[in-house]
């Protein structure tokens, strides 16, 4: 399925999400944003077939940042106010990731740089190609970071290290991102695709009420006090117990075979 700079690739109950627009490098647009928009609300809609989602870039990159090509009107206007974008376009796309009923694998193929950067980080599970590099690159143009970076990059790898990659723009490579630990695996680039189809499938293939809720606690534990989170874990357990995977998985243990779950 075709949508604006982007794709939409059903495989089972794995969703591929490609950002398309490889003349600028996957270089996120609003009309781009739109097209991921519309591209989420086909997975919403397909929520019971589809449980799990990867978002990843055609070509040799991942995405990186903001275009600045445009000549639309509207990115005009945002050129004019280089904020303007963030709540109307890029917000709204960051926070359908966060609440996504599945899980999110981010295969990040090549360079992730600026709101590309961010976007991958949105992963549950990130996986890198070995030549992949990220870079916080806004301030080669003078602006900030955004699309959330200084909220997640400090609870990922500290504060230190998240002002220098800010303030200097360096480079980091997949390996040294995986030492830091912002990323879950790297692997050689010609066994990304298949690394992440396992992974993807894998997690389809899981629990989804559960997983979905294990999400929502992890995304909201930064936020939590200690009495706060053990009393969401409470509610969230209930509501995986009343799940028919929780019966499943119940009597798969107990019947020592493999759980056979539905996703219900």
Request: charged fraction near 25%; glycine fraction near 8%.
């Amino acid at each position: 399925m075709h949508f604006t700079q982007c794709r939409l690739e059903v495989d089972g109950n794995v969703a591929t999400l490609l950002m398309d627009h490889q003349e600028v490098m996957n270089a996120v647009s609003v009309d781009m944003l739109g097209g991921l928009s519309e591209a989420l609300d086909t997975v919403a809609d397909k929520r019971d077939q589809i449980r799990s989602l990867v978002l990843t870039g055609a070509g040799k990159a991942f995405c990186t940042g903001a275009n600045l090509q445009g000549r639309n009107k509207e990115q005009n206007a945002v050129r004019r106010n280089a904020g303007a974008a963030l709540e109307t376009a890029f917000h709204p796309f960051l926070r359908r990731l966060r609440d996504l009923h599945c899980p999110l694998i981010t295969s990040v193929n090549g360079p992730a740089a600026g709101a590309g950067m961010s976007f991958a980080l949105m992963g549950d599970i990130v996986i890198c190609a070995r030549s992949a590099y990220f870079l916080q690159a806004f301030r080669r143009i003078g602006l900030v970071p955004d699309c959330g970076s200084t909220w997640i990059l400090p609870r990922l790898i500290g504060r230190a290290r998240s002002i220098e990659l800010s303030l200097l723009g360096e480079r980091l490579p997949a390996e040294k991102a995986l030492e830091w630990g912002l990323v879950n695996r790297v692997v050689d680039d010609a066994s990304l695709a298949d690394e992440t189809r396992k992974l993807a499938h894998d997690l389809a293939n899981g629990p989804t009420v559960a997983l979905s809720l294990i999400r929502r606690l992890y995304w909201e534990s930064p936020e939590n006090s200690f009495e706060q989170q053990i009393d969401l874990e409470k509610r969230s357990q209930v509501m995986a117990g009343r799940a028919e995977d929780f019966k499943e998985g119940v009597a798969a243990f107990l019947e020592k075979r493999p759980a056979k779950f539905t996703g219900r």
